[in-house]
T-cell receptor
Framework: EAQVTQNPRYLITVTGKKLTVTCSQN?????MSWYRQDPGLGLRQIYY???????DKGDVPEGYKVSRKEKRNFPLILESPSPNQTSLYFC?????????????FGSGTRLTVV | DQQVKQNSPSLSVQEGRISILNCDYT??????FLWYKKYPAEGPTFLIS?????DKNEDGRFTVFLNKSAKHLSLHIVPSQPGDSAVYFC??????????FGTGTRLQVTL
């Protein structure tokens, strides 16, 4: 089944404790992206990657890191999480020419930073 | 600066009637517009899209209309069904790597 898999689905952590949210896709998509969803703000792009070793900042990159060492994986790293990073996170992927199909999204990771 | 706006946070429609969800945008460089549907505890799923060179695209019960001069698009669902109850996000893109989303409209289809 074609899908984007994120782990974990739920995570509660303490301020300052480094964490990684994993994302993997099995569709051989070139593009991958991370979004966060917050009430009243919709989905905002954190980082995106157009191919292996090619990443760039989205609209809200502060406090996050990403890497794209393999085509299928795009982990999101929070080096020192803070309470304002409490949010619902989505990983997504798309083929190169997908402007009219958009991204395929994972099921989300709900992160709480206390 | 919100480049894609959905000004109605919620909408309630009776089963069988038409649902109309609206979206406005400010960036004239956007060349594709998409609608996503999101159920609780799931990721958004692609519903329908439209290119900026068209003014209408239809897929079954779902039709998207684009008015470029007004920078406005709308999603029509006819007839509305209880399973359509979800949050609907409008999104726009100028490149495949970046989707800019609106804040969402929660649609409730009542019996």
């Amino acid at each position: 089944e074609a899908q984007v898999t994120q782990n974990p689905r739920y995570l509660i952590t303490v301020t300052g404790k480094k964490l990684t949210v994993t994302c993997s896709q099995n569709m051989n998509h070139e593009y991958m992206s991370w979004y966060r969803q917050d009430p009243g703000l919709g989905l905002r792009q954190i980082y995106y990657s157009m191919n292996v070793e090619v990443t760039d900042k989205g609209d809200v990159p502060e406090g996050y890191k990403v890497s794209r060492k393999e085509k299928r994986n795009f982990p999101l790293i929070l080096e020192s999480p803070s309470p304002n990073q409490t949010s619902l996170y989505f990983c997504a992927s798309s083929p190169r020419d997908s402007a009219n199909y958009g991204y395929t999204f994972g099921s989300g990771t709900r992160l709480t930073v206390v | 600066d919100q480049q894609v706006k959905q000004n109605s946070p919620s909408l309630s429609v009776q089963e069988g009637r038409i649902s109309i969800l609206n979206c406005d945008y400010t960036n004239s460089m956007f060349d594709y517009f998409l609608w996503y549907k999101k159920y609780p505890a799931e990721g958004p799923t692609f519903l329908i899209s439209i290119s900026s060179i068209k003014d209408k695209n239809e897929d079954g019960r779902f039709t998207v209309f684009l008015n470029k001069s007004a920078k406005h698009l709308s999603l029509h669902i006819v007839p509305s069904q209880p399973g359509d109850s979800a949050v609907y996000f409008c999104a726009a893109t100028g490149t495949a790597s970046k989707l800019t989303f609106g804040t969402g409209t929660r649609l409730q289809v009542t019996l």
